[in-house]
């Protein structure tokens, strides 16, 4: 399983970015996929996960109304779009794969068991 993150960059803040995971050695519908983020200092954060077997999708407080997940089976890519971003966004951002398909979990790094590289977001004040 190979996860590629891309698409980070600088913004100002109120912009948006959209974030690509790009997927393979993978089924859609038998894994669930997430974005974590990590700031300086501060411990990986979960922000949101798309399950493997309904799509259905879960954010974190921090995130939810700004943030969506979503995916293309077709292209094996996983996007995240983020809107209205702000300067406590700055992170950054990893894609990650779990073979649970039902998983969604975002406050622990457990049971993601495959990781992208990460893409650096900076949110300029």
């Known amino acids: 399983v190979q996860l590629q993150a891309s698409g980070g960059g600088l913004v100002q803040a109120g912009g948006s970015l959209r974030l690509s995971c790009a997927v393979s050695g993978l089924t859609f519908g038998n894994s669930a996929i997430a974005w974590f983020r990590q700031a300086p200092g501060k411990e990986r954060e979960g922000v949101a996960s798309i399950k493997g077997f309904d799509g259905s999708s879960f954010y974190s407080n921090s995130v939810k109304g700004r943030f969506t997940i979503s995916r293309n089976e077709a292209r094996n890519m996983v996007y995240l779009q983020m809107n209205n971003l702000r300067p406590d966004d700055t992170a950054v951002y990893y894609c990650?794969?779990?073979?649970?398909?039902?998983?969604?979990?975002?406050?622990?790094?457990?049971?993601?068991?495959?990781w992208g590289q990460g893409t650096l977001v900076t949110v300029s004040s």
């Open positions: 990650a794969a779990s073979p649970y398909y039902s998983y969604s979990d975002l406050t622990s790094t457990i049971k993601w068991t495959n």
